[in-house]
């Protein structure tokens, strides 16, 4: 098998096809540096966490951040001073929300996720796949009709044997022209999935109307700010709510054991000169000094001055934009072409569920081939096309309301107490149940 995508999800989906007995897995990355260098936090439920932990797919000590209240925050009203009352420029608290949340440190899950790879699974660095098809015919797609490759690459081998099922099977294309057979693809190769543009072409992402610019930075430097570290709980997320937007703040696992990091998601309107190209980042470093500084003076028309100072003291290389996109595949697989993450539903981070659904997305693909054994490849992947196409649809659908909620369409935050937001979150949440993912193996 090949799976296109060397992040979380790639990994995930090479372990579980691994386990399920393929005789060679290889992982291509177009990245061809560390994928240890990515900074940014992420956050797992709990009971997500153990589950995951229970089923296999990570270590009981891997390590995270133990997270228990998310404190949603807002400027205080002009004349009132945001650090009246012992607040040290912390704002008006608007509700203590019991939040049973671990964070992680994207690299330290990842590099969990390589260490424990079986030894069938091999990774490959730093070329690019430009196509890939279906040998029975019922896809192909390059890599200009995808717009591009988002943290996939290509680096092919060999296959030893016809295909379980049938002779039919998969192929992909390098820069250089070579073409490799394949029994199975795996698209896990991001937002501009070259994979996904051969299963589902029609799929494409949505723009949300507003973007998340996102930092990280050694928690050490909070020592700089009014109060210092102090004035923040470990254990606490915030949320700093204004009209337009907001800023969610947490501390993640440092690279070295034993270290912190301060990670935050700022969630604002467009600004004026960025030029939309479907769902890229504007790369950490890479911001100019008029544009750090434009988002820098922002955050101090809006914030309360301790969380603008934290804004502030993160550098440069390690800040960067985000345009927030959205996508829902209608399905998942084609022929002997599979997506999963992001290449198959591209979820806001309202959700805190990114990493949650790309290890669910590999847990069902493992469960359906033990519950199938061997065989044709159809049963397999058509069970793991009805269970992750239906939950994946709901996460997409959740993460508009909430970015509808908590952004563009966000209620008046002067007039909201605990009792108030606490029923605006409950409005929100009806009838989902996904905040955070839903429940491993969840069919209904």
């Not at 930092?215 to 709980?233: R, T």
Request: charged residues 20%; hydrophobic residues 40%.
């Amino acid at each position: 098998m090949a799976v296109v995508g060397g992040s979380i999800a790639g990994s995930a989906f090479a372990g579980a096809a691994a386990r399920l007995g393929a005789e060679r897995v290889v992982v291509l990355e177009r990245s061809p540096g560390r994928l240890e260098d990515r900074g940014l936090g992420i956050c797992t439920h709990n009971d997500r966490f153990a589950e995951l932990v229970d089923a296999g797919h990570l270590a009981p000590d891997t390590r995270r951040h133990r997270l228990t209240v998310r404190s949603w925050v807002t400027r205080a009203p002009a004349g009132h001073g945001d650090g009246d009352g012992g607040t040290r420029g912390r704002g008006r608290l608007l509700w203590a929300q019991p939040f049973p949340f671990h964070s992680h440190h994207w690299a330290v899950l990842w590099q969990a996720l390589r260490e424990s790879a079986p030894a069938a699974v091999e990774y490959r660095l730093g070329s690019t796949v430009t196509a890939v098809g279906d040998e029975g015919g019922a896809s192909e797609a390059g890599a200009s009709e995808a717009g591009g490759n988002e943290g996939g690459g290509n680096e092919g081998g060999g296959n030893e044997g016809g295909a379980s099922g049938g002779s039919a099977g998969a192929w992909i294309e390098e820069a250089d022209g070579t073409r490799t057979p394949y029994d199975l693809v795996i698209g896990a190769d991001g937002y501009r999935s070259v994979v996904r543009a051969a299963v589902c072409p029609q799929a494409v992402p949505e723009y949300a109307g507003y973007v998340c610019w996102r930092g990280s930075f050694d928690s050490a430097l909070l020592a700089e700010l009014p109060g210092g570290a102090g004035v923040w709980p470990e254990e606490e997320c915030i949320t700093v709510c204004y009209r337009g937007g907001q800023v969610v703040i947490y501390r993640i696992p440092g690279l070295t054991p034993g270290t912190t990091q301060v990670n935050w998601v700022f969630y604002a309107p467009t600004p004026g000169w960025l030029r939309l190209d479907g769902p890229t980042a504007v790369a950490a470093g890479a911001l100019s000094d008029q544009q750090l500084d434009g988002m820098r003076e922002f955050a101090e028309r809006q914030l309360p001055s301790y969380w603008a100072g934290v804004i502030a003291l993160t550098p440069r290389e390690r800040t960067l934009l985000q345009p927030v996109y959205d996508l829902a595949t209608p399905h998942r697989t084609a022929g002997r072409l599979l997506i999963g993450g992001d290449a198959a539903t591209v979820v806001r981070p309202h959700n805190t569920s990114g990493a949650v659904k790309a290890l669910q997305d590999a847990h069902a693909f493992e469960q359906a081939g033990r519950r199938l054994g061997g065989g044709s490849w159809s049963p397999l992947l058509a069970a793991y096309d009805r269970e992750r196409t239906a939950a994946g649809l709901e996460l997409v659908n959740l993460g508009r309301t909430l970015g509808r909620a908590q952004v563009t369409g966000a209620p008046d935050w002067s007039v909201m107490d605990g009792a108030s937001m606490a029923a605006w979150w409950r409005e929100q949440l009806t009838g989902s149940g996904g905040f955070g993912g839903h429940a491993l193996g969840r069919t209904g």
